[in-house]
């Protein structure tokens, strides 16, 4: 990795970050899920959402949403194509009010990590196999000492990745099949 950014994936820079807490290192990292529009494939419309270049007026869920900033570090489409947002080093804004264990502010120790998709579909193979080589490559830069989903962090807020996320299919050295509070 340079400088926070993995090299041979696309790289598109999302303005929605910012630099993490002096002396904060990464630590976790959280699997989203997110489709836009909602259980939709395949635009360009996350991207869009995450550079703060969504039409409001190109679908009537856009309106609703087209005020939030946020960003993930990365996108994994359904066909396994990562794109980065934010390099690593810096927060991006994925995880809103959220809390790991003992503390709070998940965005600032943590990498989100979105696969498009939705609570009621299954992912891809091709996705499974880009999250566990993305979460391999991070682990070789980063003290990464546990994997939690959007809805571990933010109870009754969020449900992402959802109930079709297969946990069980991310082989990491060093995590049990699913790292979650009540695991820990």
């Known amino acids: 990795m340079e400088a926070g950014w993995i090299p041979g994936i696309s790289h598109i820079v999302s303005p929605n970050q910012d630099e993490r807490p002096a002396g904060e290192t990464v630590s976790l990292v959280v699997v989203h899920a997110i ?19 969504l039409d409001p007026n190109a679908h009537p869920y856009f309106a609703a949403i087209n005020h939030l900033t946020v960003s993930a570090h990365f996108l994994i489409r359904r066909d396994g194509e990562a794109i980065q947002f934010v390099s690593c080093d810096n927060r991006a804004w994925h995880a809103g009010v959220s809390r790991w264990m003992d503390r709070e502010r998940c965005n600032d120790f943590s990498i989100g990590i979105e ?16 999250l566990q080589a993305m979460i391999e490559t991070l682990q070789k830069s980063y003290p990464v000492a546990a994997l939690a989903g959007h809805s571990d962090i ?3 807020r969020k449900t992402d990745p959802g109930p079709f996320f297969a946990w069980h299919r991310l082989a990491l050295p060093g995590f049990p099949p ?6 820990a």
């Open 35 to 53: 489709s836009l529009p909602p259980a939709q494939f395949g635009s360009d419309d996350i991207t869009r959402l995450f550079t703060n270049t």
């Open 115 to 130: 696969l498009e998709g939705c609570d009621d579909r299954p992912f891809e193979d091709a996705q499974y196999q880009c």
């Open 154 to 156: 933010a109870p009754g």
């Open 178 to 183: 699913r790292w979650t509070p009540a695991a």
